[in-house]
C-alpha cells in the first residue's frame, strides 16, 4: 500500500471514530454530517467522498463498535476458565450495557435498525459489515468447541446452534428492554435488570450439563 493510501485509509478510519463517538454521544438523529466535518477538521466536500451520504458512514461507525465488542468477547474467551463460565461472562457482558444511565449503546442500534438494509448500497462498508460480524460469529463458536472437549456445556445440543441464538436474542433482549417503558403498575417488576438476570438465569440452567 502507498504512503498516499495509507494517509487516506487513516483519515477514513478518523472520521469513523469521530462519527462513532458524536453519533453515541449526541445521537444519530441530531448529528448532521457538518458536524463530523467539523470535528474532524475536514472539509465537507472531503467527508462525501469518503462516506456520499449518512447512512454509509452510520454503517461504517456500526462496525467500529461490533468490531469492539468482538474484541472484548475475545477477550473473555481467552480466559482460563470453563466453557460454562465464558458463557456466563459474555451474557454479563451484554448485561452491562445497560449500566450506562443514558443508554447510548442500546439507543445507537435501535437506531441502526432504520439503516440496516443501505448497507448492501455500499460495497466497501456492506463487505466490512458481513467481516466483522464473521469475526464475532467465530470467536463465540470457539466456546462452543470448547465446551464439547471439556464437558461443561451439554452434550445433547447442538452448542453450536445455541451460543450463536443466545447471544443474538440475549443481546437484541438487552437493547430493547433496557429502552422500553412500562405501566407504572408494572415498572417495578419489569426492570430491564430483573428480566436479564431472569433469562441469564434461563440460559446457564439449559446449558448446564
Known amino acids: 500500500m502507498s504512503k498516499r493510501e495509507q494517509q487516506k485509509q487513516q483519515r477514513r478510519q478518523n472520521i469513523i471514530q469521530i462519527a462513532k463517538d458524536l453519533f453515541l454521544e449526541e445521537g444519530v438523529q441530531t448529528i448532521q454530517m457538518q458536524d463530523v466535518a467539523t470535528s474532524a477538521g475536514i472539509g465537507i466536500a472531503t467527508l462525501f467522498r469518503y ?3 449518512k447512512e454509509y458512514l452510520m454503517i461504517a461507525a456500526t462496525n467500529a463498535i461490533t468490531d469492539e465488542m468482538a474484541t472484548d468477547i475475545g477477550q473473555i474467551v481467552e480466559q482460563p476458565v470453563t466453557a460454562y463460565e465464558k458463557t456466563e461472562q459474555i451474557l454479563e457482558y451484554y448485561m452491562g450495557i445497560t449500566k450506562d444511565l443514558q443508554l447510548r449503546l442500546a439507543k445507537y442500534f435501535e437506531s441502526f435498525n432504520l439503516y ?3 448497507a448492501e448500497e ?5 463487505a466490512e459489515y458481513l467481516s466483522v460480524r464473521s469475526k464475532l460469529a467465530r470467536i463465540l463458536l470457539t466456546v462452543s468447541e470448547q465446551g464439547k472437549r471439556d464437558g461443561s456445556l451439554r452434550s445433547d445440543v447442538d452448542l453450536d446452534l445455541f451460543i450463536m441464538t443466545m447471544v443474538q ?3 437484541l433482549f438487552t437493547y430493547k428492554s433496557s429502552l422500553t417503558k412500562h ?3 408494572l415498572s417495578t417488576l419489569l426492570t430491564s435488570d430483573k428480566q436479564l438476570a431472569m433469562m441469564k438465569d434461563v440460559f446457564l440452567r439449559y446449558i448446564q450439563p
Open 116 to 118: 440496516e438494509k443501505i
Open 51 to 53: 462516506f456520499p451520504k
Open 122 to 126: 455500499s460495497p466497501e462498508d456492506y
Open 183 to 185: 405501566d407504572t403498575n
Open 169 to 171: 436474542n440475549f443481546s
